[in-house]
Protein backbone atom coordinates (compact mmCIF):
# COMPACT_ATOMS: atom_id res chain seq x y z
CA UNK A 1 0.00 0.00 0.00
CA UNK A 2 0.90 3.63 -0.53
CA UNK A 3 1.13 4.35 3.63
CA UNK A 4 3.47 1.40 4.06
CA UNK A 5 5.34 2.36 0.79
CA UNK A 6 5.92 5.79 2.51
CA UNK A 7 6.73 4.51 5.63
CA UNK A 8 9.57 2.70 4.07
CA UNK A 9 11.04 5.65 1.76
CA UNK A 10 13.51 6.92 5.03
CA UNK A 11 15.03 3.62 5.20
CA UNK A 12 15.05 3.59 0.85
CA UNK A 13 15.99 6.96 -0.03
CA UNK A 14 18.01 7.52 3.63
CA UNK A 15 20.56 11.31 2.31
CA UNK A 16 20.09 10.31 -1.19
CA UNK A 17 18.35 13.60 -2.37
CA UNK A 18 17.67 12.92 -6.14
CA UNK A 19 15.89 9.61 -5.28
CA UNK A 20 13.49 11.46 -2.76
CA UNK A 21 12.45 13.48 -5.26
CA UNK A 22 11.44 10.82 -7.70
CA UNK A 23 9.33 9.35 -5.08
CA UNK A 24 7.99 11.82 -4.28
CA UNK A 25 6.86 12.84 -7.51
CA UNK A 26 5.54 9.18 -8.01
CA UNK A 27 3.41 9.84 -5.31
CA UNK A 28 2.14 13.23 -6.74
CA UNK A 29 1.22 11.35 -9.85
CA UNK A 30 -0.47 8.62 -8.12
CA UNK A 31 -2.51 11.11 -5.96
CA UNK A 32 -1.13 10.03 -2.79
CA UNK A 33 1.03 13.06 -1.96
CA UNK A 34 -0.47 13.33 1.56
CA UNK A 35 0.65 10.19 2.53
CA UNK A 36 4.44 10.54 1.83
CA UNK A 37 4.69 14.38 3.06
CA UNK A 38 4.98 13.54 7.09
CA UNK A 39 8.39 11.53 5.89
CA UNK A 40 9.92 14.26 4.05
CA UNK A 41 13.36 15.54 5.25
CA UNK A 42 13.45 18.98 5.51
CA UNK A 43 16.96 19.16 5.95
CA UNK A 44 19.82 16.09 5.72
CA UNK A 45 18.65 15.94 2.72
CA UNK A 46 17.03 19.11 1.63
CA UNK A 47 15.30 19.04 -1.53
CA UNK A 48 15.02 21.05 -4.56
CA UNK A 49 12.54 24.48 -3.36
CA UNK A 50 10.02 23.13 -6.19
CA UNK A 51 9.30 19.93 -4.18
CA UNK A 52 8.59 21.66 -1.04
CA UNK A 53 6.28 24.35 -2.51
CA UNK A 54 4.19 21.53 -4.70
CA UNK A 55 3.78 19.90 -1.28
CA UNK A 56 2.87 23.57 0.15
CA UNK A 57 0.43 23.76 -3.22
CA UNK A 58 -1.02 20.45 -2.71
CA UNK A 59 -2.43 21.64 1.31
CA UNK A 60 -3.72 24.71 -0.45
CA UNK A 61 -5.67 23.01 -2.43
CA UNK A 62 -6.99 20.30 0.05
CA UNK A 63 -5.89 20.60 3.98
CA UNK A 64 -5.58 24.42 4.36
CA UNK A 65 -5.39 23.67 8.41
CA UNK A 66 -2.02 21.57 7.64
CA UNK A 67 -0.92 24.44 5.39
CA UNK A 68 -0.90 27.18 8.42
CA UNK A 69 0.62 24.34 10.06
CA UNK A 70 3.37 23.25 8.11
CA UNK A 71 4.10 26.88 7.25
CA UNK A 72 4.74 27.28 10.89
CA UNK A 73 6.81 24.02 11.64
CA UNK A 74 9.23 24.28 8.23
CA UNK A 75 12.14 26.55 7.59
CA UNK A 76 11.41 29.14 5.86
CA UNK A 77 14.17 28.81 3.44
CA UNK A 78 14.06 25.79 1.85
CA UNK A 79 10.74 27.30 -0.08
CA UNK A 80 10.29 30.38 -2.08
CA UNK A 81 8.31 32.25 0.44
CA UNK A 82 7.02 34.79 -2.34
CA UNK A 83 5.72 31.92 -4.13
CA UNK A 84 3.78 30.61 -2.02
CA UNK A 85 2.45 34.40 -0.95
CA UNK A 86 1.31 34.91 -4.41
CA UNK A 87 -0.41 31.21 -4.48
CA UNK A 88 -2.05 32.39 -1.06
CA UNK A 89 -3.10 35.45 -1.88
CA UNK A 90 -5.04 34.41 -5.24
CA UNK A 91 -6.29 31.96 -3.39
CA UNK A 92 -7.93 34.01 -0.70
CA UNK A 93 -9.04 36.81 -3.56
CA UNK A 94 -10.81 33.87 -5.10
CA UNK A 95 -12.62 33.10 -2.02
CA UNK A 96 -13.47 36.21 -0.89
CA UNK A 97 -15.31 37.16 -4.10
CA UNK A 98 -16.55 34.18 -3.86
CA UNK A 99 -20.32 34.66 -2.06
CA UNK A 100 -21.51 32.10 0.38
CA UNK A 101 -24.04 32.13 3.35
CA UNK A 102 -22.56 29.24 5.26
CA UNK A 103 -19.64 29.78 7.24
CA UNK A 104 -17.45 27.66 5.51
CA UNK A 105 -15.87 30.19 3.02
CA UNK A 106 -15.28 32.78 6.13
CA UNK A 107 -13.28 30.12 8.63
CA UNK A 108 -11.20 28.99 4.75
CA UNK A 109 -10.95 32.62 4.29
CA UNK A 110 -9.46 33.35 8.25
CA UNK A 111 -6.79 30.09 7.71
CA UNK A 112 -5.99 31.89 4.68
CA UNK A 113 -5.20 35.30 6.10
CA UNK A 114 -3.37 33.65 9.18
CA UNK A 115 -0.94 31.81 6.29
CA UNK A 116 -0.79 35.44 5.31
CA UNK A 117 0.16 36.81 8.31
CA UNK A 118 2.94 34.17 8.95
CA UNK A 119 4.41 34.22 5.17
CA UNK A 120 4.52 38.09 5.72
CA UNK A 121 6.28 38.06 8.73
CA UNK A 122 8.98 35.19 7.85
CA UNK A 123 9.62 36.76 4.51
CA UNK A 124 10.32 40.16 6.62
CA UNK A 125 7.53 42.15 5.60
CA UNK A 126 6.02 42.96 8.67
CA UNK A 127 4.35 45.95 7.52
CA UNK A 128 2.31 43.59 4.44
CA UNK A 129 1.35 41.90 7.65
CA UNK A 130 -0.38 44.20 9.86
CA UNK A 131 -3.27 44.32 8.20
CA UNK A 132 -3.76 40.72 8.53
CA UNK A 133 -3.16 41.02 11.96
CA UNK A 134 -5.83 43.40 12.33
CA UNK A 135 -8.09 41.33 10.45
CA UNK A 136 -7.56 38.21 12.46
CA UNK A 137 -7.59 40.46 15.67
CA UNK A 138 -4.13 39.28 17.01
CA UNK A 139 -3.70 40.73 20.14
CA UNK A 140 0.12 41.66 19.73
CA UNK A 141 -0.40 43.85 17.10
CA UNK A 142 0.70 47.08 18.90
CA UNK A 143 3.80 45.33 19.90
CA UNK A 144 3.80 44.21 15.77
CA UNK A 145 3.63 48.20 15.14
CA UNK A 146 5.82 49.65 17.85
CA UNK A 147 8.91 46.98 17.68
CA UNK A 148 8.93 47.59 13.63
CA UNK A 149 8.30 50.97 13.38
CA UNK A 150 5.28 50.40 11.26
CA UNK A 151 3.50 53.79 12.48
CA UNK A 152 3.39 54.65 8.15
CA UNK A 153 2.12 51.94 7.63
CA UNK A 154 -0.73 52.24 10.18
CA UNK A 155 -1.76 55.58 8.13
CA UNK A 156 -4.67 53.40 6.26
CA UNK A 157 -5.39 50.97 8.75
CA UNK A 158 -6.58 53.41 11.50
CA UNK A 159 -10.14 52.37 11.00
CA UNK A 160 -9.26 48.77 12.16
CA UNK A 161 -6.76 49.55 14.35
CA UNK A 162 -9.42 51.00 16.69
CA UNK A 163 -11.98 49.12 16.02
CA UNK A 164 -9.88 45.71 17.02
CA UNK A 165 -8.69 48.04 20.32
CA UNK A 166 -12.43 48.46 21.50
CA UNK A 167 -13.13 44.42 20.70
CA UNK A 168 -10.09 43.53 23.11
CA UNK A 169 -11.41 46.39 25.79
CA UNK A 170 -14.58 44.96 25.70
CA UNK A 171 -13.71 41.52 26.40
CA UNK A 172 -11.05 42.62 28.90
CA UNK A 173 -14.08 44.27 30.90
CA UNK A 174 -16.34 41.18 30.37
CA UNK A 175 -13.49 38.64 31.54
CA UNK A 176 -12.43 41.29 34.60
CA UNK A 177 -16.15 42.56 35.32
CA UNK A 178 -14.87 45.96 35.27
CA UNK A 179 -17.43 48.73 35.90
CA UNK A 180 -15.24 51.58 34.65
CA UNK A 181 -12.24 51.36 32.38
CA UNK A 182 -11.07 53.78 30.62
CA UNK A 183 -12.41 54.75 27.08
CA UNK A 184 -8.92 56.12 25.14
CA UNK A 185 -7.53 52.60 24.42
CA UNK A 186 -4.15 51.91 22.99
CA UNK A 187 -4.66 52.72 19.40
CA UNK A 188 -6.00 56.06 20.03
CA UNK A 189 -2.68 56.96 22.09
CA UNK A 190 -0.85 55.54 19.10
CA UNK A 191 -2.33 57.53 16.58
CA UNK A 192 -1.86 60.97 18.62
CA UNK A 193 1.55 60.29 19.81
CA UNK A 194 2.34 59.07 15.92
CA UNK A 195 0.77 62.25 14.35
CA UNK A 196 4.07 63.09 12.18
CA UNK A 197 3.61 59.64 11.01
CA UNK A 198 0.48 59.05 10.89
CA UNK A 199 -1.09 62.27 9.25
CA UNK A 200 -4.37 63.64 11.69
CA UNK A 201 -6.19 64.45 7.93
CA UNK A 202 -5.78 60.64 6.96
CA UNK A 203 -7.36 59.32 10.22
CA UNK A 204 -10.06 61.83 10.35
CA UNK A 205 -11.11 60.64 6.98
CA UNK A 206 -10.87 56.99 8.01
CA UNK A 207 -12.80 57.32 11.22
CA UNK A 208 -15.24 59.28 9.79
CA UNK A 209 -18.07 56.27 9.11
CA UNK A 210 -17.49 55.57 13.25
CA UNK A 211 -18.24 59.14 15.27
CA UNK A 212 -17.59 57.44 18.50
CA UNK A 213 -14.10 56.58 17.51
CA UNK A 214 -13.41 60.06 16.03
CA UNK A 215 -14.84 61.82 18.66
CA UNK A 216 -12.14 60.08 20.85
CA UNK A 217 -9.17 60.77 18.66
CA UNK A 218 -9.90 64.44 18.29
CA UNK A 219 -10.76 65.03 22.32
CA UNK A 220 -7.15 63.13 22.87
CA UNK A 221 -5.64 65.47 20.27
CA UNK A 222 -6.96 68.25 21.95
CA UNK A 223 -5.56 67.04 24.85
CA UNK A 224 -2.36 67.12 23.90
CA UNK A 225 -2.43 70.31 22.19
CA UNK A 226 -5.71 72.41 21.19
CA UNK A 227 -3.98 73.57 17.83
CA UNK A 228 -4.01 70.08 16.58
CA UNK A 229 -7.41 70.12 16.36
CA UNK A 230 -8.34 73.78 15.86
CA UNK A 231 -9.54 72.93 12.01
CA UNK A 232 -11.76 70.40 13.07
CA UNK A 233 -13.79 72.81 15.52
CA UNK A 234 -17.22 72.95 13.82
CA UNK A 235 -16.72 68.72 13.59
CA UNK A 236 -16.09 68.25 17.58
CA UNK A 237 -19.19 70.85 18.33
CA UNK A 238 -21.26 67.95 16.97
CA UNK A 239 -19.50 65.43 18.65
CA UNK A 240 -19.90 66.57 21.87
CA UNK A 241 -23.27 67.54 21.67
CA UNK A 242 -23.75 63.73 20.52
CA UNK A 243 -21.24 61.84 22.76
CA UNK A 244 -20.00 64.09 25.65
CA UNK A 245 -22.57 66.70 26.12
CA UNK A 246 -22.31 68.21 29.69
CA UNK A 247 -18.80 68.50 28.41
CA UNK A 248 -19.93 70.91 25.39
CA UNK A 249 -20.11 74.23 27.29
CA UNK A 250 -16.65 73.42 28.33
CA UNK A 251 -15.60 73.07 24.85
CA UNK A 252 -17.35 76.21 23.75
CA UNK A 253 -16.01 78.57 26.16
CA UNK A 254 -12.24 76.97 25.97
CA UNK A 255 -12.39 77.22 21.74
CA UNK A 256 -12.34 80.06 19.41
CA UNK A 257 -12.46 78.49 16.20
CA UNK A 258 -16.07 76.87 15.87
CA UNK A 259 -18.72 78.34 13.78
CA UNK A 260 -20.94 80.57 16.65
CA UNK A 261 -24.44 79.90 14.31
CA UNK A 262 -23.23 77.07 13.26
CA UNK A 263 -22.89 75.51 16.78
CA UNK A 264 -26.18 77.42 18.08
CA UNK A 265 -27.92 75.50 15.30
CA UNK A 266 -26.34 72.15 16.62
CA UNK A 267 -27.78 73.18 20.28
CA UNK A 268 -30.64 74.32 19.21
CA UNK A 269 -31.41 70.59 17.37
CA UNK A 270 -30.51 69.21 21.02
CA UNK A 271 -32.32 71.70 22.89
CA UNK A 272 -29.40 72.56 24.89
CA UNK A 273 -30.69 75.65 26.45
CA UNK A 274 -27.62 76.46 28.75
CA UNK A 275 -25.35 76.19 25.70
CA UNK A 276 -27.91 78.25 23.34
CA UNK A 277 -27.17 81.08 26.15
CA UNK A 278 -23.36 80.78 26.45
CA UNK A 279 -23.50 81.32 22.32
CA UNK A 280 -26.13 83.69 22.19
CA UNK A 281 -23.79 86.09 24.45
CA UNK A 282 -20.97 85.29 22.66
CA UNK A 283 -22.45 86.35 19.69
CA UNK A 284 -24.23 89.89 21.10
CA UNK A 285 -27.53 89.02 21.44
CA UNK A 286 -28.02 89.13 24.62
CA UNK A 287 -31.81 89.93 25.26
CA UNK A 288 -32.79 86.67 23.67
CA UNK A 289 -30.28 85.06 25.60
CA UNK A 290 -31.62 86.71 28.76
CA UNK A 291 -34.95 85.66 27.85
CA UNK A 292 -34.08 81.77 27.02
CA UNK A 293 -32.75 81.43 30.97
CA UNK A 294 -36.01 83.56 32.05
CA UNK A 295 -38.37 81.47 30.16
CA UNK A 296 -37.13 78.15 29.85
CA UNK A 297 -34.50 77.89 32.72
CA UNK A 298 -36.75 79.79 35.27
CA UNK A 299 -33.58 80.62 37.34
CA UNK A 300 -33.26 83.82 38.98
CA UNK A 301 -29.62 83.56 39.76
CA UNK A 302 -28.64 82.32 36.59
CA UNK A 303 -30.41 85.52 35.21
CA UNK A 304 -28.62 87.77 37.65
CA UNK A 305 -24.86 86.47 36.75
CA UNK A 306 -25.63 86.75 33.34
CA UNK A 307 -26.74 90.10 33.36
CA UNK A 308 -23.64 90.79 35.73
CA UNK A 309 -21.30 89.53 33.29
CA UNK A 310 -22.59 91.65 30.39
CA UNK A 311 -23.11 94.72 32.62
CA UNK A 312 -25.31 96.46 30.22
CA UNK A 313 -27.73 98.41 31.43
CA UNK A 314 -30.43 97.92 29.05
CA UNK A 315 -30.11 94.36 29.97
CA UNK A 316 -30.55 94.85 33.80
CA UNK A 317 -33.99 97.04 32.97
CA UNK A 318 -35.50 93.76 30.57
CA UNK A 319 -34.80 91.38 33.82
CA UNK A 320 -36.70 94.34 36.30
CA UNK A 321 -39.48 94.55 33.88
CA UNK A 322 -39.89 90.68 33.12
CA UNK A 323 -40.34 90.51 37.07
CA UNK A 324 -42.53 93.30 37.67
CA UNK A 325 -45.59 90.35 37.74
CA UNK A 326 -43.65 87.63 38.72
CA UNK A 327 -42.91 87.25 42.52
CA UNK A 328 -40.76 84.61 42.60
CA UNK A 329 -38.04 87.17 40.32
CA UNK A 330 -38.70 89.57 42.51
CA UNK A 331 -37.87 87.93 45.56
CA UNK A 332 -34.75 86.54 44.06
CA UNK A 333 -33.84 89.92 42.91
CA UNK A 334 -34.08 91.40 46.17
CA UNK A 335 -32.04 88.66 47.80
CA UNK A 336 -29.43 88.44 45.00
CA UNK A 337 -28.81 91.73 43.34
CA UNK A 338 -26.30 93.23 45.58
CA UNK A 339 -24.69 96.11 45.12
CA UNK A 340 -25.14 96.09 40.78
CA UNK A 341 -28.90 97.31 41.11
CA UNK A 342 -30.24 99.97 43.62
CA UNK A 343 -33.39 97.45 45.19
CA UNK A 344 -35.39 101.06 45.31
CA UNK A 345 -35.49 100.50 41.45
CA UNK A 346 -37.12 97.61 42.02
CA UNK A 347 -39.03 98.10 45.09
CA UNK A 348 -40.82 100.86 43.21
CA UNK A 349 -42.13 98.57 40.10
CA UNK A 350 -44.44 96.33 42.74
CA UNK A 351 -47.79 96.71 41.68
CA UNK A 352 -50.04 97.45 44.66
CA UNK A 353 -51.86 94.35 45.92
CA UNK A 354 -49.13 92.02 44.42
CA UNK A 355 -48.71 89.18 46.84
CA UNK A 356 -44.82 88.12 47.56
CA UNK A 357 -44.04 85.14 49.48
CA UNK A 358 -41.04 86.03 51.50
CA UNK A 359 -41.16 90.00 51.17
CA UNK A 360 -40.57 91.14 54.07
CA UNK A 361 -37.49 88.68 55.15
CA UNK A 362 -36.11 89.67 51.64
CA UNK A 363 -36.34 93.05 52.78
CA UNK A 364 -35.27 92.93 56.30
CA UNK A 365 -32.01 91.48 54.66
CA UNK A 366 -31.69 93.93 52.43
CA UNK A 367 -31.64 96.46 55.45
CA UNK A 368 -29.03 94.42 57.34
CA UNK A 369 -26.78 94.13 54.07
CA UNK A 370 -26.52 97.79 53.90
CA UNK A 371 -26.16 98.44 57.41
CA UNK A 372 -23.65 95.82 57.22
CA UNK A 373 -21.74 97.89 54.65
CA UNK A 374 -21.99 101.23 56.07
CA UNK A 375 -20.41 99.54 59.73
CA UNK A 376 -17.64 98.27 57.28
CA UNK A 377 -17.44 101.69 55.74
CA UNK A 378 -17.54 103.94 58.81
CA UNK A 379 -15.27 100.94 60.36
CA UNK A 380 -12.32 101.73 57.54
CA UNK A 381 -12.60 105.35 57.66
CA UNK A 382 -11.71 105.48 61.46
CA UNK A 383 -8.91 103.05 60.72
CA UNK A 384 -7.42 105.26 57.17
CA UNK A 385 -8.10 108.10 59.27
CA UNK A 386 -5.60 107.18 62.12
CA UNK A 387 -3.03 105.91 59.56
CA UNK A 388 -3.40 109.46 58.06
CA UNK A 389 -2.87 110.96 61.41
CA UNK A 390 0.13 109.02 62.48
CA UNK A 391 2.21 109.13 59.42
CA UNK A 392 1.25 112.95 59.43
CA UNK A 393 2.68 113.17 62.23
CA UNK A 394 5.59 111.49 61.66
CA UNK A 395 6.38 113.04 58.36
CA UNK A 396 6.12 116.21 60.38
CA UNK A 397 8.43 114.64 63.17
CA UNK A 398 11.18 113.66 60.54
CA UNK A 399 11.23 116.87 58.29
CA UNK A 400 11.67 119.25 61.56
CA UNK A 401 13.85 117.48 63.57
CA UNK A 402 17.56 118.49 63.40
CA UNK A 403 20.30 117.43 61.33
CA UNK A 404 23.78 116.35 62.64
CA UNK A 405 26.37 117.43 60.58
CA UNK A 406 30.27 116.71 61.29
CA UNK A 407 32.96 118.86 59.98
CA UNK A 408 33.85 115.85 57.14
CA UNK A 409 30.63 115.86 55.50
CA UNK A 410 30.86 116.82 51.94
CA UNK A 411 28.84 117.96 49.49
CA UNK A 412 27.41 115.19 47.20
CA UNK A 413 27.02 117.31 44.22
CA UNK A 414 30.33 118.51 44.26
CA UNK A 415 32.30 116.15 46.78
CA UNK A 416 33.94 119.67 48.49
CA UNK A 417 33.50 120.41 52.51
CA UNK A 418 30.01 121.26 52.84
CA UNK A 419 31.47 123.93 55.71
CA UNK A 420 34.05 125.37 53.52
CA UNK A 421 34.07 128.62 55.37
CA UNK A 422 31.45 130.23 58.02
CA UNK A 423 29.69 132.68 55.34
CA UNK A 424 29.07 129.81 52.84
CA UNK A 425 25.43 129.05 52.86
CA UNK A 426 23.98 125.17 52.42
CA UNK A 427 20.71 124.12 52.23
CA UNK A 428 19.17 120.57 53.64
CA UNK A 429 16.11 120.02 52.01
CA UNK A 430 13.40 118.05 53.38
CA UNK A 431 14.31 114.60 51.80
CA UNK A 432 17.77 115.52 54.12
CA UNK A 433 20.09 116.03 51.90
CA UNK A 434 22.48 118.59 52.65
CA UNK A 435 24.01 120.60 49.44
CA UNK A 436 26.06 124.21 48.63
CA UNK A 437 23.80 126.93 47.76
CA UNK A 438 25.68 127.08 44.63
CA UNK A 439 25.18 123.34 43.91
CA UNK A 440 21.50 123.80 43.17
CA UNK A 441 19.65 125.38 39.75
CA UNK A 442 19.41 129.15 40.76
CA UNK A 443 21.45 129.07 43.88
CA UNK A 444 23.95 130.93 42.70
CA UNK A 445 21.50 134.17 42.95
CA UNK A 446 21.15 133.47 46.84
CA UNK A 447 23.20 135.58 49.19
CA UNK A 448 25.19 133.47 51.87
CA UNK A 449 22.67 135.50 54.52
CA UNK A 450 19.07 136.50 55.06
CA UNK A 451 18.38 139.47 52.95
CA UNK A 452 18.40 142.50 55.75
CA UNK A 453 14.86 143.81 54.19
CA UNK A 454 13.97 140.33 55.23
CA UNK A 455 15.27 140.00 58.61
CA UNK A 456 13.58 143.37 59.47
CA UNK A 457 10.37 141.56 59.56
CA UNK A 458 10.64 139.49 62.34
CA UNK A 459 8.71 140.09 65.11
CA UNK A 460 10.58 138.99 68.26
CA UNK A 461 14.20 138.94 69.54
CA UNK A 462 17.20 140.20 67.39
CA UNK A 463 16.15 140.81 64.19
CA UNK A 464 18.27 137.84 62.61
CA UNK A 465 16.88 135.42 64.58
CA UNK A 466 13.39 136.59 63.56
CA UNK A 467 10.97 133.71 62.96
CA UNK A 468 9.02 135.44 59.96
CA UNK A 469 12.20 136.92 58.53
CA UNK A 470 13.55 132.81 58.69
CA UNK A 471 10.08 132.56 56.99
CA UNK A 472 10.24 134.81 54.38
CA UNK A 473 13.72 133.82 53.70
CA UNK A 474 13.13 130.46 53.00
CA UNK A 475 10.25 131.21 50.51
CA UNK A 476 12.78 132.90 48.82
CA UNK A 477 14.83 130.03 48.82
CA UNK A 478 11.95 128.01 47.55
CA UNK A 479 11.41 130.41 44.77
CA UNK A 480 14.47 130.37 43.59
CA UNK A 481 15.32 126.80 43.58
CA UNK A 482 13.22 125.48 41.12
CA UNK A 483 14.20 122.25 40.71
CA UNK A 484 13.84 121.20 44.37
CA UNK A 485 17.08 118.97 45.85
CA UNK A 486 19.33 118.35 42.98
CA UNK A 487 20.45 114.87 44.60
CA UNK A 488 16.88 114.16 43.96
CA UNK A 489 16.60 115.41 40.74
CA UNK A 490 19.68 114.01 39.23
CA UNK A 491 18.09 110.48 40.68
CA UNK A 492 15.02 110.99 38.86
CA UNK A 493 16.23 111.22 35.36
CA UNK A 494 18.50 108.46 36.08
CA UNK A 495 21.58 109.99 36.89
CA UNK A 496 24.16 108.43 39.28
CA UNK A 497 25.22 111.15 41.74
Known amino acids: SFAKAARLCPKVCAQDAKRWEDWIWVFAQKQHLQTIIPYVPTDSPRLGHLVYEMMLGHFLTHDRNALLQTIKDWPKDI ?10 QSELDRSASTSSVNGSVAASSTILMECLAELYIANRQPGKALPFFLRLRRPNV ?7 NLFTDVQDQALLLVEFDHELMGKRKKEESLEVYE ?7 LLVDHIHSIPIGRVVQQL ?7 FLYLDALM ?7 SGFADL ?4 FAEFATPRLIDFLRASNYYNLEAAYNVCKERDLVTEMVFLLGRMGNNKKALTLIIERLGDVNRAIEFAKEQNDDDL ?10 RPPFIRGLLENVGADIDPIRLIRRIKNGLEIPGLKEAIIKILQDFHLQISLLEGCQAILNGDCSDLARKLQKDQTSGFFLTSKAQCPICTLPLQQSPQSLILLFLCRHVVHA ?4 GGDDLPSQPDPILVSVGISGPAERGLSGKIAFASVVRAKIDQGCPVCHKRSEGERT
Open 208 to 214: QSRPYYL
Open 223 to 229: TRDPNLV
Open 438 to 441: GCAS
Open 183 to 189: ERNDAIT
Open 142 to 148: FDLIREN
Open 236 to 239: QVKL
Open 316 to 325: WEDLLKYSET
Open 79 to 88: YDISVIIVAV
